[in-house]
């Protein structure tokens, strides 16, 4: 399924092993706003731009989730630096 999480509707709740997000928001909006939709155990991959150590410092992990990774990403052919946070939710 390819759709914006603000669309789907409670009846997928509970539903999926992965979500991924991309060009969002917040980091901590991202999490709670994934957080209904996931399987407990499930991961959530979080595609970031700039500014994410600046989130990462200043962000209130809910309870629900564990930050399972943060991975740098360069692109050195067009001078890109994007980060992978992976997210599993714990209950």
């Known amino acids: ?16 092993d992965l979500v991924t997000a991309k060009a969002f928001g917040k ?5 709670n706003l994934s957080l209904p939709f996931l399987k407990t155990g499930g991961i959530l991959v979080i595609y970031k731009g700039k500014g994410i150590e600046k989130e990462l410092k200043n962000i209130k992990i809910p309870e629900s989730w564990q930050i399972k990774d943060i991975t740098k990403i360069e692109i050195p052919e067009i001078d890109i630096s994007r980060t992978l946070v992976i997210a599993k939710k714990i209950r």
Do not use: A, K, P, V
Request: cysteine-free; hydrophobic content about 40%.
């Open 27 to 31: 980091l901590e909006d991202i999490l």
């Open 1 to 16: 399924m390819d759709s914006r999480i603000e669309n789907l509707s409670d009846s997928f709740f509970n539903e999926y």
